[in-house]
């Protein structure tokens, strides 16, 4: 399914809709198409800062957040590109720590469709050229680059090198891409997932990574090894554990004592600890120890296990607490599973879910099924989604179908808390419709 925007500024708009125009109705894995582009544009993903690079399948967004602000603590500019957006296209780039205006959107985009004369180009492959266009004309210190699908065969591997390139967690996600059949690739999924984010290793770049069931951590190895990169893996080059409402972090060059995340979740503790790592594996940017605790404390990323503020939306919820999520696979699931069964006694939860049709419909109702009061279901917008049959028989409570978030937030039976999850198309939304707009 391709990706796709829609912007209130007429000038980006304008843009948006040529790219439309050009772009097919899918994504597309490779590099012969933005390798092209970014020739006509003078190669601009040459003239970038220092870059470190993120893949994984869970906490990749997090881990990038938890980079930049780490850098801001430090008095560092960074630049950043991110996927997907939630609610305004910008939100994917940006520039010396400020999210990209319309005006720089609209005039860079054009620029990249204006070299792309006319030949076929996805919207991510675009938006990605646009991203290093702009990056290349205005001067910060590092470069926060977010993979978008896998990582081997991802539009953000064009660039040649990198400060850092880090794995977070692992999961089955994107299958029709990353597990497509392919000779010379692991057979075992999860192992092939490995494959597929190693694939952002670079020669003499350190490639950082978590913790990894055998088959997996084997796949990353070898691919290090073939690309000439340096692994540090956590449990033997790198440690982080949780004591006493701390991170004790470890590694060569010593040991940090560090604030648990405000972020909800035990697993972003091990998202943090992600990006202290990458950044004390890397030579060109020096980091104190002070600007690591500030920017762990400091960091927020929206739409993980995010409780919405005040609202138009959340005033329907009638006083309760509701939740946002973007998670959509197993991995996800049972980290939200996790944290609710900490925080609610007795639990009751009623879970508004929507999914694209490409998710497993599974993945949030399985673990969360003990703690459910019920089961709503909405469609995120604009996109192929799960309809109420694919549901049934993943959850003991019966079904009920809305046809937007609205709807089922006012038909929601008494008490307990509410969980929005299983998209970040759907998130998105949830944050539009309740003016919370991320910056």
């Not at 990249?112 to 050229?129: M, N």
């Not at 993980?304 to 509701?322: E, F, H, Y």
Request: hydrophobic letters at 45%.
């Amino acid at each position: 399914m391709a990706d796709r925007a829609v912007s209130d500024d007429p000038a980006v708009q304008l843009q948006l809709d040529r790219l439309n125009a050009m772009a097919p109705g899918r994504d597309i894995l490779g590099f012969e198409r933005i390798l092209r582009l970014l020739k006509a544009l003078g190669n601009p993903e040459q003239r970038m800062p220092p870059v470190l690079h993120v893949a994984g399948t869970n906490g990749k967004g997090s881990t990038s957040a938890y980079l930049r602000h780490i850098l801001a603590a430090q008095g560092l500019t960074a630049h950043a590109y991110t996927s997907p957006h939630l609610v305004r296209l910008n939100e994917r780039i940006r520039l010396a720590n400020v999210l990209i205006d319309d005006a720089v959107l609209a005039q860079t985009i054009s620029d990249v469709l204006d070299a792309s004369k006319g030949e076929l180009i996805t919207f991510f492959e675009a938006i990605t050229c646009t991203a290093f266009l702009a990056f290349s004309r205005v001067p910060a210190d590092a470069l926060v680059l977010e993979v978008g699908v896998g990582g081997r065969l991802d539009a953000t591997n064009v660039v040649p090198t990198a400060a850092v390139c880090g794995v977070a967690t692992l999961g089955i996600d994107h299958a029709d891409f990353l597990l497509a059949p392919e000779a010379g690739v692991p057979e075992e999924p999860l192992a092939r997932i490995g494959f597929e984010k190693a694939g952002i290793a670079k020669a003499g770049v350190p490639l950082v990574t978590q913790a990894y069931p055998p088959g997996a951590e084997a796949a990353i190895a070898e691919v290090a090894a073939r690309a000439g990169a340096p692994l540090i893996r956590r449990g033997h080059e790198w440690q982080a554990e949780v004591t006493g409402g701390r991170i004790a972090y470890a590694d060569t060059h010593g040991t940090l004592d560090l604030p648990l995340p405000h972020l909800p979740g035990a697993h972003q503790a091990d998202n943090a600890a992600l990006a202290v790592a990458m950044l004390r594996h890397q030579t060109s940017l020096a980091i104190s120890p002070e600007a690591y605790a500030q920017g762990i404390a400091a960091t927020r990323w929206p739409a993980r296990l995010q409780q919405l503020d005040a609202g138009p939306l959340t005033k329907l919820a009638g006083g309760r607490r509701v939740w946002l999520d973007g998670g959509h696979n197993p991995d996800a699931g049972a980290a939200i599973g996790r944290f609710f069964q900490s925080q609610l006694v007795p639990p009751r939860l009623h879970l508004i879910l929507g999914m694209l049709s490409t998710k497993d419909p599974a993945a949030l109702l399985t673990p969360l099924e003990p703690l459910l009061e019920s089961v709503s279901i909405v469609p995120p917008p604009g996109h192929e989604v799960h309809d109420h049959k694919a549901f049934v028989g993943h959850t003991s409570l019966p079904l009920h179908d809305f046809p937007g978030v609205t709807e089922a937030l006012a038909a929601l039976p008494p008490g307990g808390e509410v969980l929005i999850a299983g998209s970040l198309y759907l998130a998105g939304e949830v944050l539009r419709l309740n003016r919370e707009f991320p910056d």
